[in-house]
């Protein structure tokens, strides 16, 4: 398809974020497929939470919060929450009739004619006013480099690649990382694998009690300072801590949760401190989370010196055509659903400024 077709917007990603502005979009009185079209690569509804491994179970899951319009009720805890959430946001796209386009890739956005965007896609290509976008983190695992990491003869995988505890029994495993899934990794892997040793950058910060409103606003304020500074967005876990349950506290008694210090290259048959010590290894887990997947943005230059693209609200200071919603303080699921009904709110604004809106 050669010639682009015209919307007031487009939406790229159907997860949270993107199903949020979605479900804005339709009820300030843009109609599906004619004023904005919601673009997703995924193959099934369910945004990330499809590629979870089966053994995260939706019990596990910390808080996932319903999206706008449609609570989540009755969902089974043991269930997987690939399958729960999958299946929410199936009932979610069809209840609200969001048509979402799957799977569609977008390789580019760049400038078009008369101030519009060209969304550059698999489909072919689509004119619009304005784009939010919505992409998350999943496409774009991190992988830190360590010297020595060419030459170990073990495996090596990251949380995106991990399938369940299972295939790593009888083996010793190396899980990197201080964040959620390197927790339940752990606690997951404890049960088949000959042997587990946990390593971190930074001292893991364990949270007791309640996360109130007050820390919430406190922890969401520090990310989105630094994407107001145009730097790359720590994710909110980082400033929240990790979650003191039943499990961690027994993983914690059991030593399963024994923090060691971040070793300092990795040899052929494991890991090795300076100071001496090595450690055996037949796997090492990178639980070393995620960037945004923002390469598709390339063209339009938003990115500042700093690495990161500088974000008033959900605006790009840059563009104020383009918002990234679940980015930097609105990547929890509470803050996505509230960053898109904020994205909303500024688009009519700015497409108002030329001409009314469809109603």
């Given at each position: 398809?050669?010639?682009?077709?015209?919307?007031?917007v487009?939406?790229?990603?159907?997860?949270?974020?993107?199903?949020?502005?979605a479900?804005h979009?339709?009820?300030?009185g843009?109609?599906?497929?004619?004023?904005?079209?919601?673009?997703?690569?995924?193959?099934?509804?369910?945004?990330?939470?499809?590629?979870?491994?089966?053994?995260?179970?939706?019990?596990?899951?910390?808080?996932?919060?319903?999206?706008?319009?449609?609570e989540?009720?009755?969902?089974?805890?043991?269930?997987?929450s690939?399958?729960?959430?999958?299946?929410?946001?199936d009932?979610?796209?069809?209840?609200f009739?969001?048509?979402?386009?799957r799977?569609v890739?977008?390789?580019?956005?760049?400038?078009?004619?008369?101030?519009r965007l060209l969304v550059e896609?698999s489909?072919?290509?689509?004119?619009?006013?304005?784009?939010?976008?919505?992409?998350?983190?999943?496409?774009?695992?991190?992988?830190?480099?360590?010297?020595?990491?060419?030459?170990?003869r073990?495996?090596?995988?990251h949380?995106?690649?991990?399938?369940?505890?299972?295939?790593f029994?009888?083996?010793?495993?190396?899980?990197?990382?201080?964040?959620?899934?390197?927790t339940q990794?752990?606690?997951?892997?404890?049960?088949?694998a000959?042997?587990?040793?946990?390593?971190?950058?930074r001292?893991?910060v364990f949270?007791?009690?309640p996360?109130?409103?007050?820390?919430?606003?406190?922890?969401?304020?520090?990310?989105?300072?630094?994407?107001?500074?145009?730097?790359p967005?720590?994710?909110?876990?980082?400033v929240?801590?990790?979650?003191?349950?039943?499990?961690?506290?027994?993983?914690?008694?059991?030593?399963?949760?024994?923090?060691?210090?971040?070793?300092d290259?990795?040899?052929?048959?494991?890991?090795?401190?300076?100071d001496g010590?090595h450690?055996?290894?037949?796997?090492?887990?990178?639980?070393?989370?995620?960037?945004?997947?923002?390469?598709?943005?390339?063209?339009l230059r938003?990115?500042?010196?700093?690495?990161?693209?500088?974000?008033?609200?959900?605006r790009a200071?840059a563009?104020?055509?383009?918002?990234?919603?679940?980015?930097?303080?609105?990547a929890?699921?509470?803050?996505?659903?509230r960053?898109?009904?904020?994205?909303?709110?500024?688009?009519?604004?700015l497409?108002?400024?030329?001409?009314?809106v469809?109603?």
């Amino acid at each position: 398809m050669n010639e682009s077709r015209e919307v007031e917007v487009v939406v790229i990603g159907a997860g949270q974020a993107g199903l949020s502005s979605a479900y804005h979009l339709r009820r300030s009185g843009f109609t599906p497929d004619h004023d904005f079209v919601v673009l997703d690569h995924s193959p099934a509804p369910g945004g990330a939470w499809q590629f979870r491994w089966p053994s995260l179970t939706y019990g596990k899951v910390h808080g996932m919060h319903a999206l706008p319009g449609m609570e989540l009720t009755d969902a089974d805890p043991g269930r997987p929450s690939a399958e729960v959430i999958g299946a929410y946001f199936d009932r979610y796209e069809r209840a609200f009739d969001l048509r979402v386009r799957r799977p569609v890739d977008v390789r580019a956005v760049r400038e078009g004619d008369g101030g519009r965007l060209l969304v550059e896609t698999s489909d072919g290509t689509w004119s619009t006013r304005a784009l939010i976008n919505a992409t998350g983190t999943w496409d774009r695992p991190f992988w830190p480099r360590y010297p020595g990491q060419e030459t170990f003869r073990g495996r090596q995988l990251h949380t995106a690649q991990y399938a369940g505890p299972e295939e790593f029994a009888g083996q010793r495993v190396v899980v990197v990382g201080g964040g959620a899934s390197g927790t339940q990794h752990l606690l997951e892997l404890a049960r088949y694998a000959a042997a587990t040793t946990w390593v971190t950058r930074r001292p893991p910060v364990f949270r007791e009690g309640p996360f109130d409103q007050e820390a919430g606003r406190a922890a969401v304020a520090l990310v989105e300072e630094r994407v107001r500074q145009g730097l790359p967005p720590h994710s909110v876990v980082s400033v929240t801590g990790l979650p003191l349950n039943d499990a961690v506290r027994q993983g914690l008694a059991d030593g399963v949760l024994d923090r060691q210090p971040m070793f300092d290259r990795i040899t052929p048959d494991g890991v090795a401190w300076d100071d001496g010590r090595h450690v055996t290894a037949d796997v090492i887990l990178w639980a070393t989370g995620f960037r945004a997947a923002l390469d598709h943005l390339r063209p339009l230059r938003l990115r500042e010196p700093g690495g990161g693209i500088r974000v008033e609200g959900t605006r790009a200071v840059a563009d104020p055509r383009v918002h990234l919603v679940g980015y930097g303080p609105s990547a929890s699921t509470i803050g996505a659903n509230r960053a898109g009904r904020a994205a909303v709110r500024d688009i009519r604004r700015l497409l108002s400024e030329d001409q009314p809106v469809a109603a």
